[in-house]
């Protein structure tokens, strides 16, 4: 996969700034399309999804709840591509493809256009256990697959893909703002309480509750302009989110035109950064 934002304390980074080679390896399934992960290997997945899920519980919104319990995914080993492929196909007709730690946007895009979510196919070690730079299967698995169980947001990411597919390259940082304040970082309420639906929070440690109970950064209501008009770095919390307060809001995206509205937001301009500019290496 190209980018998944989430960065430091848990979070992969998001890979088009990504260094172009990596300390960890993509493992290659066998010939039924297995993963012979290690007894080690399994044990850190055990303790990541530990460490996370009683906050999953407390603060994601209920698609994504709904989505996890569909998967069933094991707790005590890493769940194998082939087996949440089954579930997907069966809700949405998606499935999971192992991909190495690095790919370009535009495979990333013709990949959701596909039905396909790339994922990459390692999992960190345990010396990178709060912080490692590329997005592993943890991240991939336990926080991008449960959305695509449901319809709505599997059809809304494969719009996503096709408008990446239709859009020049230089106008690819603009659209997948659309995807980073929505599948990565979407917040929603729920009777009246904020929840996330973003897969970069469901993996996140510490981004998960700063998003939705420190009261720390800014909420915006979600819309389409501002979204794309908003900088966003990825080392740190994010300090603005968006809303979708109406899921309908965010589905019906699916059906604009979004070069169309890339095309406005440049006219436009971005906002300017809530954020300090990214430190110059020493």
């Not at 172009?20 to 993509?26: D, E, N």
């Not at 915006?220 to 966003?232: A, E, H, S, W």
């Not at 019906?252 to 500019?277: M, W």
Request: glycine share 4%.
């Amino acid at each position: 996969m190209i980018f998944c934002p989430c960065f430091a304390r848990n979070f992969p980074k998001e890979r088009k700034v990504m260094p172009k080679s990596t300390a960890y390896t993509a493992k290659t399934p066998d010939k039924n399309g297995l993963i012979p992960y290690t007894s080690e290997e399994d044990a850190v997945w055990a303790d990541l999804v530990d460490a996370q899920w009683d906050a999953v519980q407390a603060h994601m919104a209920r698609p994504y709840l709904d989505g996890l319990k569909k998967l069933d995914m094991p707790r005590s080993k890493v769940p194998q591509c082939a087996d949440i492929s089954a579930v997907l196909q069966r809700e949405t007709g998606w499935k999971v493809a192992p991909v190495p730690a690095l790919i370009g946007f535009k495979t990333f895009f013709d990949m959701l256009a596909d039905r396909t979510f790339p994922a990459a196919s390692f999992i960190r070690s345990r010396e990178d256990f709060d912080y490692i730079e590329e997005p592993d299967i943890f991240h991939e698995i336990f926080g991008h697959t449960p959305l695509l169980t449901d319809p709505r947001f599997a059809a809304f990411s494969e719009a996503i893909g096709r408008a990446g597919q239709t859009v020049d390259k230089s106008q690819y940082s603009w659209l997948i703002r659309l995807y980073w304040f929505t599948i990565e970082f979407g917040l929603t309420y729920e009777n009246g309480a904020l929840k996330a639906l973003g897969s970069g929070l469901a993996s996140s440690k510490t981004e998960l509750p700063h998003a939705v109970i420190s009261g720390d950064p800014v909420v915006r209501p979600f819309d389409i302009q501002d979204i794309l008009r908003t900088p966003y770095r990825i080392d740190i919390h994010q300090p603005v989110y968006f809303v979708i307060e109406t899921l309908d809001d965010m589905f019906a995206a699916a059906d604009r035109d979004l070069t169309k509205d890339i095309v406005e937001a440049q006219s436009k301009g971005l906002f300017e950064p809530l954020y300090p500019p990214i430190p110059k290496a020493s």
